[in-house]
């Protein structure tokens, strides 16, 4: 058995305030943890640098949600965070709309983290997403906890939990 969170960031910008007034959750930003090897980092899309993985650093205004997986779905996870990182944001067209529009960087680091933390759960087949249902709209920062929480339930981790140093 191995285990995973999914970081879920407080909105603490006017930007992530204003996401999280629209997406009906408190959460601005997503990450995934993955205790590997007897260490623990940090899969996340930042802006300027796409997906990325770095050793964990302790941070503040945070919900780590951990759920436990069985070594398939480790594997097909820990294939897909790998493939991931170093993926950049999809469309040149927002570095220009940028520009025009300041506020636009901190609005899509914050869609495309969460885009990813529900495509990494998705490759683990934990959680699948029904494209046209509009109950939760893509990307959506609520969602990964919201998936994350229920795994918590059904698969806890017990004492597997990371030490932090």
């Keep these: 058995m191995r285990i995973y ?3 879920s960031h407080y909105a603490i910008s006017a930007i992530g305030v204003g996401i999280s007034a629209v997406t009906k959750q408190p959460f601005q930003h997503t990450a995934i943890l993955s205790l590997e090897d007897g260490k623990l980092w ?3 899309s930042l802006v300027g640098l796409g997906f990325v993985r770095r050793e964990w650093t302790e941070r503040k205004d945070i919900v780590e949600t951990w759920f436990s997986v069985n070594e398939e779905e480790h594997a097909l996870g820990l294939a897909w965070l790998r493939r991931a990182v170093g993926t950049k944001y999809p469309n040149p067209w927002y570095l ?8 636009l960087r901190d609005m899509r680091r914050r869609l495309y983290c969460s885009l990813a933390a529900m495509r990494f759960l998705e490759s683990m087949r934990l959680w699948r997403h029904d494209p046209s249902s509009k109950r939760f709209p893509k990307p959506h920062p609520g969602v990964p906890f919201l998936v994350a929480e229920t795994l918590a339930i059904f698969r806890p981790c017990g004492n ?3 030490e932090r140093t």
């Design 160 to 162: 597997l939990l990371p």
């Design 5 to 7: 969170a999914i970081e």
């Design 42 to 44: 940090r899969y996340e």
């Design 96 to 103: 220009a709309a940028e520009y025009v529009f300041p506020p």
